[in-house]
């Protein structure tokens, strides 16, 4: 849908429904989409140049860098923190 969240984490993250019932699958839903921004928008009044968006513990080292030059590679990463961090505990 060429938009990036930039805030993935766990707890911006929920299966539904839960608990899953036998024989009914579930849905991985993306909450909180206060800091996603259109890639094909250019990005006005949000992010400020020095500033630091997302959660610093899931953000990808290029968002730290600079979050209005950030694709879905971002999201990608700080999904790839979540699922370790949902595995692991």
């Known amino acids: 849908h060429r938009m990036v969240h ?3 984490k766990p707890s911006n993250l929920m299966v539904t429904p839960w ?3 036998p024989g009914k699958k579930s849905t991985l839903k ?5 800091l996603a921004r259109d890639l094909d928008d250019d990005d006005h009044g949000l992010t ?3 500033e630091l968006l ?12 600079d979050p209005r030059a950030v694709d879905i590679r971002t999201d990608l990463y700080s999904l790839g ?3 370790f961090v949902v595995l692991t505990g």
Do not use: C, H, K, N
Not at 30 to 34: N, Q, R, T, V, Y
Not at 54 to 65: K, R
């Open 19 to 21: 608990p899953i019932p």
């Open 54 to 65: 997302g959660t610093p513990d899931y953000i990808a080292p290029e968002q730290a860098d």
């Open 6 to 8: 930039r805030d993935i």
């Open 30 to 34: 993306i909450l909180d989409m206060g």
């Open 81 to 83: 923190i979540s699922f």
């Open 48 to 50: 400020q140049p020095g």
